[in-house]
């Protein structure tokens, strides 16, 4: 993930000793598996409208360890936005500041693996308010779902193509679908998702 010039850097940089336990040594055999909405796909001018996560120890879903919240946009939620995670404007009015959420976040996953599907995005859109306000970028390990399934499919078919899509790896392993699209019903079944590629040589 990071180089390790990058990772000492990043360490050096945080301007807020209270949070140096996310650079500590993590819990043994823990992850966090977590998700968010947003206003939009792009992490440069979009905003999180609510993080869902759960803690995950070995091959057991902690479901007593979930976290859910709201973020507060700067701007309105636009309704093409509201069509895909049903998030309205009155639905974040009275959630936390993006700082008291992510210090919540923060909290939550301690020095932990982070674990999601197609990661690369949401830990972007945390980063963004994590460079701003702490300047550091989230120095927790990253495990990709999508890699992980990738990688258990190709030993089967080498040469075949091999469709990535949320819904199809779930169907694929086996998994229920949980109807209602948010935060952490996503995390939720991205936990499930994680710990059955854990324990399958191949699929």
């Known amino acids: 993930m990071f180089s390790s010039f990058f990772a000492k850097r990043n360490a050096k940089n945080l301007n807020d000793e209270r949070f140096r336990f996310l650079f500590e040594e993590a819990p043994d055999d823990e992850v966090v598996v977590f998700d968010t909405e947003t206003t939009g796909l792009n992490p440069k001018k979009d905003e999180i409208l609510s993080i869902g996560a759960v803690k995950v120890r070995g091959n057991k879903i902690l479901m007593s360890e979930k976290f859910e919240l709201f973020v507060k946009p700067r701007f309105e939620v636009n309704e ?10 009155i639905d974040v009015q009275n959630a936390l500041s993006p700082r ?26 945390i980063n ?10 989230l120095p927790n390990p990253q495990i990709e779902l999508s890699g992980l399934y990738h ?16 819904d199809v790896m779930m169907k694929e392993l086996g998994l229920p679908i949980f109807g209602k699209h948010d935060a952490l019903n996503d995390a939720m079944m991205s ?13």
């Open 151 to 166: 990688d258990k499919k190709i030993k089967r078919i080498p040469d075949g193509v091999i469709d990535l899509r949320f």
């Open 128 to 137: 963004k308010y994590l460079k701003a306000w702490l300047n550091i970028y």
């Open 100 to 125: 008291e959420a992510i210090e919540q976040f923060l909290h939550f996953i301690g020095a932990r693996p982070l674990v999601g599907y197609y990661l690369e995005f949401d830990v972007a859109m």
């Open 80 to 89: 093409t936005s509201i069509k895909i995670h049903q998030i309205r404007n």
């Open 191 to 203: 936990a499930m998702m994680y710990v059955k590629l854990r324990n399958v040589e191949k699929l």
